[in-house]
């Protein structure tokens, strides 16, 4: 298998995408950085080192997460994994909202009780002289 021969390529086609296109976009904050870093080099020979070097960092990063995405290795893992994201049950928006409001329910009453038993606490300790307060 050649370094540009796709692997399998009608499988995993969004996994392989994404993960490219995140790949491609830390190549090019990489790329923007390494210009920023070379902005002292302001005339001849140095705008050409200040953009090009960054051109070609970009473009092996390219090249890189090509042939990332395309070894039979990781590209049989992404094909897995988008096969197994297509079997997930997503719940509804619907279920979701629902769910939502019992875990804000469930934690607002946690914290009433809780503040019950603590003014409880506060006032056994009070009675028997373990705190003082005020």
Same mark, same amino acid.
Do not use: C
């Given at each position: ?9 009608? =499988? ?16 090019? $904050? ?10 002292? %080099? =302001? ?9 090009? &070097?960054? *051109? ?6 390219? %090249? &890189?997460?090509?042939? &990332? *995405? ?5 590209a049989?893992?992404?094909?897995? /994994?988008?096969?197994e994201?297509?079997?997930? $049950? ?6 979701? !909202?629902?769910? /939502?409001?019992?875990v804000?329910?469930?934690t607002? $009453? ?6 019950? *038993? +603590?003014? &409880?606490?506060?006032?056994?300790? +009070? $009675?028997? +002289? !373990?705190?003082?307060?005020?």
């Amino acid at each position: 298998m050649s370094m540009f021969e796709i692997y399998k390529p009608n =499988q995993g086609t969004r996994v392989r995408w994404s993960t490219f296109l995140v790949g491609a976009a830390i190549g090019l $904050a990489g790329a923007w950085w390494l210009s920023e870093q070379l902005s002292f %080099l =302001q005339s001849g020979w140095g705008v050409y080192l200040r953009y090009g &070097l960054p *051109v070609l960092l970009l473009g092996g990063v390219a %090249l &890189l997460m090509f042939w &990332l *995405v395309n070894r039979p290795s990781s590209a049989d893992f992404m094909i897995g /994994t988008e096969g197994e994201m297509k079997k997930v $049950a997503w719940s509804s928006r619907r279920e979701i !909202v629902g769910s /939502t409001k019992v875990v804000i329910f469930a934690t607002f $009453a946690m914290a009433l009780l809780l503040f019950m *038993v +603590d003014i &409880l606490f506060r006032a056994l300790f +009070d $009675a028997i +002289d !373990v705190l003082r307060i005020g």
